[in-house]
């Protein structure tokens, strides 16, 4: 039932496709509209010949067949009239004509659907750019899923289920159907059957040629033995491939063309080392090899049931830069640099062959192996190379420096690069570059580099070198610029304006000048009313924009020279007693005072002035307007003009220039973009910082910084100002940040202040100069250096042995403060003396041990006062500079010590020495005590005195 109902889809739909239940259904439903069985049409073919188990045979009498359907239709419906057999017949061949649709529509869809998928995976292949792996992403290999379209080469290897077509058209004519059957016969017509399975396509055609031969008259060109139907064979694909699995594919296919269709292998699937399993007979497929000799692949045929296994590569490599084919390469066994040079297409022309550089992974660490790559390819040794090599080939970067240039405007007919060594002077350049006739030849320009590439232009006047017939030697690099007659001969003018009889303006080259005598002689000269002071108006060459005015003289200054570009001014001596004056100050490049010229604009006068600085406000230019009054003096009006980018005034509007205004262009309010500020130190982006408009304070610098590490000292701050000579300032940093813009604590930043933000140590230092851990140490050293006598001080050897002890630098508090304890207290006091209170400044360092008082410090950690050490002078230094004192209350009967932090310093000095009064000054106890007396009588008088009034 199943193979009648192929023939039969295979017949509605045109196509071999695969069988489901809906077009089994429709099969069947078509079979029945038409009025007939299953069995009455297979009977039917069989007897017209047609091979009912052979699709193929099906497809090849496709119109017979639908031709024999149509017919038993007819003869079971004969009773019916014509118009009634017309009708059906219509009906019926409507009805074929929509399940053939459908049956198109579900073949469309599954062929989408496949195309869709394999689309799918070519996208999510990641090629990584391996060689070989192309071949298999980017559909080069077509296959083949059936033989429409394709022919079998003469190689082909036939096999069961092959149908070859013979054709005889000599003096006997045959069309003849063979299938290879399961044994590997193909059986004539009543003539001995012929064993070709195995055999390739070319030998059997001999084969059977030879064989027909005994029994049709033909030539060896009357006869034709092709391949009618090629066999689906099965595939089944593994190992590192995109898609595994079985593959229904023709035989047509080679072991390439179905790796294709898997996809490819993956980006870890070797393309040097595929296995094809046939039976027991195994092939490697290295692409790499095909690739070279394309024929090869179809050495890679493929049967039944074949196995393909796309194993992981072992040995990648990556080669970069001056090759041909830059990509990664799989490499075999034995293979060397020389190989892989040679897949990659070899050197391009700017390979450096001095260098080759291999980066390889040994025992978990980068190594970097440098060989000399002619050296690698020239000689039989072979560079090994081992799997994640990265091999790089370096191109020629050293420029070409032995070459001159010439060139101009259309005043050279071969311009271009040319050898120095070639043309080492200017002459052979010019010859070998050729002149055209317009070119300028006084003046060549030549650009010359310099060691440290600056550029220097110098001019060389070729006419005078042919003249003397000397010659200009070229270096590498020169540049020569030739120009035409045309560039030197439109330049500029010359302007003769004002109380001239005719003025003029007229243009000349740049290398022309006219003089004032004859510009007043071509001007027909000055009128009578004109004055002997005048200007000259001159454009800067390099900036025409920017214009300098030069006072001259008409009568002394006849031979002033005046140059293209120039404007003369001539002044009316009856319109004022002097030339009025206009002067420019303010945000301009060029401050200056010039004769007012009538009509000049504002806009022309900024750029005499050179134009306006990049402080400049347009917001606010003043003019000072001069008023003259003969009562009240001289006075000035001032008009705020409002400009535009190209400085023409906008507001107010029709403003002119007058004789004697003072233009002043002012600055932006607050423009100082070159104050900065620097902080260092513990936050996340130290460094220079512009000191922004209004109050910027040290907070908003912080927050600019990025904040506070979490190694900043977040207590204190020290802030470096050289404003005026400030000097360093301490800041609580804390209450900068708990009080931000707060004026009290948030300090205003200058231009130039240092910020630095010191990372927290808990440590703390003592000055222990008067304590009696430095008292100690004094004595150790002075016992040491046998400045001391012991019978007056009368110590023993212990006690010296523990003095020795305590000159050591690096003792700990507690150790030092024990090393006191041990010596008489009453014996470190008698040594106290006036020669040991030495005010040199030592310091020692300790752990921070929590918020304590000085005194607390002292006492643990220096062994306490020395005897005559002043106690009210305990300071404490914070880190941010600022000192703290101790206060004394009742006349220093009680002290309130200062707290210390981490990072302060504590100091304490000795209590000032008292000068001995004089025996003149000293004091007369008897006769204060005399005074007291006195004094109490008095008071005692007073009080009985006052009671007996009462």
Avoid: C
Avoid at 211 to 239: A, C, E, H
Avoid at 442 to 458: G, P, Q, V, Y
């Amino acid at each position: 039932m199943k193979k009648f109902i192929a023939i039969a889809l295979m017949l509605f739909s045109l196509v071999l496709a695969a069988q489901t239940p809906t077009q089994e259904s429709m099969i069947r439903e078509q079979i029945e509209k038409r009025g007939l069985t299953e069995a009455e049409v297979r009977s039917r073919l069989s007897a017209e010949g047609i091979s009912i188990d052979s699709p193929e045979d099906a497809m090849k009498n496709q119109g017979k067949i639908k031709a024999i359907l149509d017919e038993m239709e007819k003869e079971k419906k004969g009773g019916d009239n014509a118009k009634a057999s017309a009708n059906n017949s219509t009906e019926v061949s409507s009805d074929r004509a929509s399940m053939i649709e459908a049956i198109e529509a579900e073949k469309r869809t599954t062929e989408n659907e496949a195309e869709n998928a394999q689309e799918a995976v070519m996208k999510t292949v990641n090629d990584r750019k391996i060689f070989g792996r192309s071949i298999f992403t980017d559909q080069a290999l077509e296959v083949f899923r059936t033989t429409d379209g394709a022919r079998a080469p003469d190689n082909y290897i036939l096999g069961a289920g092959d149908i070859i077509r013979v054709t005889i058209f000599g003096s006997s004519q045959e069309d003849l159907l063979l299938e290879i059957n399961s044994q590997g016969f193909v059986q004539p017509s009543d003539l001995p059957k012929i064993f070709v399975q195995g055999m390739e396509l070319s030998a059997a055609r001999k084969l059977i040629i030879q064989r027909l031969s005994s029994y049709y008259t033909f030539n060896t060109n009357q006869i034709s033995v092709t391949i009618q139907t090629v066999r689906t064979i099965n595939v089944n694909i593994f190992g590192e491939v995109e898609r595994v699995g079985g593959f229904n594919v023709s035989a047509l296919n080679t072991a390439l063309n179905a790796l294709s269709a898997a996809g490819g292998p993956t980006e870890i699937g070797s393309v040097r080392n595929i296995e094809l399993i046939s039976g027991k007979k195994r092939r490697i497929i290295d692409v790499y090899a095909v690739m070279d000799n394309p024929s090869d692949m179809f050495q890679y045929d493929l049967q039944h049931n074949d196995i393909i296994y796309v194993p992981v590569a072992q040995k990648l490599v990556t080669l970069t830069g001056a090759v041909r084919r830059p990509m990664r390469y799989e490499l075999k066994e034995g293979e060397t640099l020389k190989d892989l040079i040679r897949f990659a297409g070899g050197l391009q022309p700017r390979a450096y062959p001095e260098l080759v550089i291999i980066r390889s992974i040994d025992n978990g660490e980068e190594t970097i192996t440098e060989y000399n790559l002619r050296e690698a390819l020239e000689s039989n040794s072979s560079i090994p190379l081992k799997d994640g090599d990265q091999i790089s080939i370096r191109e020629i970067e050293k420029e070409l420096e032995r070459y001159v240039e010439i060139g101009g405007d259309d005043a050279i007919f071969y311009p271009g690069r040319y050898s120095l060594d070639q043309t080492p002077t200017l002459r052979s350049l010019v010859d070998k570059a050729e002149l055209r006739s317009q070119a300028e030849t006084s003046s060549m320009f030549i650009e010359r580099t310099r060691e440290d590439e600056a550029k220097n232009l110098l001019v060389v006047n070729y006419d005078s070198l042919v003249k003397q017939n000397t010659d200009f030697d070229l270096q590498g690099l020169d540049v020569v610029r030739v120009f035409t007659e045309k560039r030197y001969a439109i330049t500029d003018s010359i302007t003769v304006a004002g109380d001239v009889r005719q003025p003029f303006s007229k243009s000349y080259r740049f290398d022309q000048r006219l003089s004032i005598a004859n510009a007043l002689a071509f001007a027909g000269g000055t009128k009578p009313t004109a004055t002997q002071q005048a200007y000259v108006f001159r454009k800067n060459i390099e900036n025409p924009e920017k214009i300098t005015h030069i006072p001259v003289n008409l009568v002394g200054d006849w031979d002033f020279e005046l140059q293209p570009g120039d404007r003369l001014m001539v002044y009316n001596e009856a319109l004022r007693t002097r030339i009025p004056q206009l002067s420019v100050q303010g945000e301009v490049i060029e401050p200056f005072t010039t004769a007012f010229e009538p009509g000049i604009s504002l806009t022309q006068v900024l750029k005499m002035a050179g134009g306006v600085t990049e402080k400049a406000s347009r917001e606010r230019v003043e003019v000072f307007r001069a008023l003259i009054d003969e009562t009240q003096g001289v006075r000035f009006e001032r008009i705020v003009l409002k400009v535009d980018e190209d400085m023409k005034v906008l507001q107010p509007a029709g403003f002119n220039l007058q004789p004697f205004d003072q233009v002043v262009v002012r600055s932006i309010p607050q423009y100082q973009i070159d104050r900065a500020v620097q902080i260092s130190g513990e936050v996340f982006y130290p460094g220079t910082y512009p000191l922004e408009s209004g109050r910027y304070r040290l907070s908003d610098l912080i927050k600019k910084a990025g904040g506070l590490t979490e190694q900043a000292d977040k207590e204190f701050a020290n802030i470096m100002r050289a404003h005026e000579g400030r000097g360093p300032i301490g800041v609580s940093l804390k209450k900068v940040m708990n009080n931000q813009g707060n004026d009290s604590f948030d300090p205003v930043l200058f231009e130039e202040d240092v910020i630095t933000i010191r990372r927290f140590e808990n440590v703390i230092s003592i000055n222990i100069s008067a304590t009696r851990l430095g008292l100690a140490k004094r004595l150790a050293v002075k016992a040491n250096q046998k400045e001391i006598n012991p019978d007056e001080f009368e110590y023993n050897e212990a006690e010296l042995q523990l003095l020795d002890q305590l000159r050591e630098p690096d003792l700990d508090p507690g150790t030092s403060t024990e090393l006191l304890r041990q010596l008489n207290l009453e014996f470190i006091n008698k040594l106290d003396s006036e020669d040991l209170r030495e005010q040199e400044l030592e310091t020692r360092n300790y752990v921070f041990r929590g918020k304590r008082s000085a005194n607390w410090y002292i006492k643990n950690y220096a062994g306490g006062y020395a005897r005559k050490a002043d106690r009210g002078s305990v300071t404490v230094t914070l880190p941010n500079g600022q000192v703290v004192g101790t206060r004394e209350y009742f006349w220093g009967l009680w002290r309130n010590y200062p707290d210390v932090v981490p990072g302060s310093e504590i100091s304490l000095d000795y209590k000032p020495e008292k000068k001995p009064k004089p025996a003149s000054e000293k004091t007369d106890w008897g006769s204060i005590a005399t005074g007291i007396s006195q004094a109490l009588i008095s008071a005692v008088t007073l009080i009985l005195l006052l009671q007996n009034a009462n």
